[in-house]
């Protein structure tokens, strides 16, 4: 572990379920390459700048933990797949969310330049083929 002070938006932290954490850089591989065990999670801040910042046309399932979204500024819509339909969750500055273990979701619109920290279950998350793009309203 490092012992000095980290850009956090190009920084992963990855903690350890036995409490050790390391680092590592924010790459394009990162998530591919992350090699995680049972209990382990990974905290990282994003930029959002666009509509597109949050992968909106991607949904994502965490089965072995919750997912927590910590909205520093701006505006996103959370969505929430659920029985019958959608439920677009409006997260704004300095609000939290926790998404619940096994249910689909994606980021929906950046709706204003927006920053987010995100806590997730590192171990096993699964990707949903891309559906369609929203934008800003």
């Known amino acids: 572990m490092t012992t000095t002070a980290l850009d956090f938006f190009a920084t992963f932290v990855h903690l350890h379920a036995g ?3 390391t680092t590592a850089p924010r790459t394009p591989t990162f998530w591919r390459n992350l090699v ?3 209990g382990d999670r990974v905290v990282g801040a994003v930029h959002g700048r666009d509509a597109d910042a949050f992968h909106p046309d991607e949904c ?3 089965p072995h933990g919750d997912e927590l979204l910590c909205l520093l500024s701006g505006a996103v819509d959370v969505v929430l797949e659920e029985p019958g339909s959608d439920r677009a969750v409006l997260l704004k ?3 939290v969310f926790v998404v619940p273990r096994g249910v689909w979701h994606r980021s929906g619109c950046c709706l204003t330049p ?5 806590r997730a279950s590192s171990h096993q998350s699964a990707k949903f083929p891309p559906i369609v793009a929203l934008h800003i309203r």
């Open 19 to 21: 409490g050790a954490m």
């Open 114 to 118: 927006s920053d987010i920290v995100q």
């Open 36 to 38: 995680a065990g049972a």
């Open 60 to 62: 994502e399932i965490h």
């Open 93 to 95: 500055a300095a609000e």
